[in-house]
């Protein structure tokens, strides 16, 4: 079993680490008691999301205390001795060596295995039962084996304004097309959606992040290598790919000296038969006119931007150390309200950042009220240790982040709910048709049940409808949806369109 925190990469990673132990001959579970073994793949962004990907290590232990647990991502490759102190754990492994984790994982688990044979309990008999793979169903004896950390990462002594030069950082990951022999259950999104990591690292360095330290320098794989990737995934029967990485915006600056994620959206666009094509965060910078022509002209690229935006006032972002100001928000929002196919814009916000005045947030509230978007996803500012933040002067106090969060969140909910009212007869007609949903897994609907199965439209909207289980299997079918009313889950932040199935539009999967 694979767990993932935070972003799409992380997302991307734990797919492939889920490949690589297949290849090994592990069988994938989704029930925590029946699992052997488990990788909590961290995210360490914040010391928030630090501790829970260190709570999970925790809970896991106390649900399961017989299964090895094994800890990498970016809270492995930051700091990897203060995830050896966690109880339950067996071994670390740093972002470094993600491409060689399941080989690690395999050779550690066997030299486990064999130790925990070699243990007696007393009467004679071994207390470890291994199976084919060399794992150990009952850990017992080998509980007590401290942690170890697998493969080469050993913890930063200094952060500094530069990636570590003991390190080495090998390119994204290419193999994404081996996902479709790993097989997974009903709930699986893989044969649907898949999240395609084109780039990987990061140069930013922004006051508040400690990601390039855990993902090291922005490098990319070439066009023809993404394209070709896509070109196999759609001949499989992927649906829908995003495009995803630490940060996209920098794609083909190592190879190619200047940013080259346009002219890659054009040639996947272009030179393949994907059907859907999304693109996740981009700065307000990176959104060019380039790529906005595109979207206008290319129906299979989804009217759909996640803006890494982190704040609005000029202020606040020249002291995250971002590449921009309000002026170029403002340029960037303006331009995507102009644009015919209306696209759905979410976008990430941090309030509570140091230095950030009462002043300042009320006038950010004002400038967000007159700005086009649908939904905010917003973070109050939680401190990431030795990080540059940390040591920014006019600290606000964590009540007050909030409390300025909650006012965020009821604004994002506001308009979100405005933004399905519209779609009303924007994009639904008098009919009440939503086109294009993606059906991709099945969930626990209004009445209870997990006879519904959801989805999402070219414009992202979420949409669910009853389907039992029992019935011919729905996924990975692009449908329309009758939609008669929207779900309001306030505390999720998430609305939900609530319709039934246009028989005429899908041909079902046998």
């Known amino acids: 079993m694979v767990k993932t925190l935070g972003c799409k990469a992380n997302y991307a990673d734990g797919q492939l680490l889920e490949v690589g132990l297949a290849e090994k001959g592990f069988s994938s579970t989704r029930d925590l008691n029946d699992a052997d073994l488990v990788i909590v793949n961290s995210c360490t962004v914040t010391d928030e999301a630090d501790k829970q990907s260190k709570k999970m290590v925790r809970d896991i232990h106390r649900k399961n205390p017989r299964a090895k ?109 081996d996902i479709l022999k790993l097989e997974r259950g009903a709930s699986s999104t893989f044969r649907t959606r898949a999240f395609l990591k084109i780039q990987e690292g990061c140069d930013a360095f922004c006051t508040y992040c400690i990601i390039p330290y855990g993902r090291g320098p922005a490098r990319s794989l070439s066009i ?20 995803t990485g630490t940060n996209i915006g920098d794609y083909g600056l190592d190879w190619a000296g200047k940013l080259m994620i346009d002219d890659l959206m054009e040639a996947i666009l272009v030179q393949t038969s994907l059907p859907r094509l999304r693109v996740s965060s981009l700065d307000p910078t990176e959104i060019s006119e380039r790529m906005i022509q595109l979207m206008e002209t290319h129906e299979s690229f989804c009217p759909h931007f996640h803006v890494s935006l982190q704040n609005v006032s000029s202020k606040v972002l020249k002291l995250m150390k971002r590449k921009y100001s309000f002026a170029e928000v403002e340029t960037c929002l303006t331009r995507l309200s102009q644009m015919k196919r209306k696209p759905f814009v979410g976008m990430d916000y941090i309030t509570g950042f140091p230095g950030e005045s009462a002043v300042d947030f009320d006038e950010s509230v004002s400038r967000l009220a007159g700005l086009y978007w649908q939904r905010l996803h917003v973070f109050p500012y939680s401190e990431r240790a030795s990080t540059p933040a940390t040591r920014l002067p006019n600290v606000v106090a964590p009540s007050v982040r909030k409390e300025r969060a909650r006012v965020l969140q009821a604004m994002s909910m506001e308009r979100l ?94």
């Open 417 to 510: 709910t405005e933004w399905y009212s519209l779609s009303r007869q924007q994009f639904t007609g008098e009919s009440g048709i939503v086109h294009g949903v993606l059906l991709e897994n099945y969930v626990k609907g209004p009445d209870g049940t997990r006879d519904w199965v959801s989805g999402y439209s070219p414009t992202y909207q979420r949409v669910i409808l009853p389907f039992s289980k029992t019935e011919t299997q729905p996924l990975n079918q692009v449908v329309d949806v009758q939609v008669s009313n929207w779900l309001v889950d306030r505390a999720g932040g998430e609305v939900t369109w609530l319709g039934k199935l246009q028989p005429s539009s899908v041909e079902v999967l046998q």
């Open 224 to 243: 023809e290598n993404v394209v070709g990737k896509i070109q196999e995934l759609a001949a499989h029967g992927i649906q829908e790919v995003v495009l």
């Open 69 to 177: 647990i094994i800890y990498t991502g970016c809270g492995a490759e930051v700091d990897p001795e203060s995830a050896l102190l966690l109880k339950g754990l067996s071994a670390v492994i740093g972002n470094q060596d993600k491409t060689r984790a399941a080989e690690l994982i395999s050779e550690f688990l066997l030299t486990q295995s064999f130790s925990a044979a070699e243990v007696d309990s007393g009467d004679g008999s071994a207390t470890a039962e291994v199976n084919s793979v060399g794992r150990s169903v009952d850990s017992a004896a080998s509980m007590s084996v401290p942690a170890q950390i697998l493969g080469g990462v050993s913890n930063y002594a200094e952060l500094i304004s530069r990636h570590p030069l003991d390190r080495e950082w090998t390119l994204p990951e290419t193999r994404l097309d």
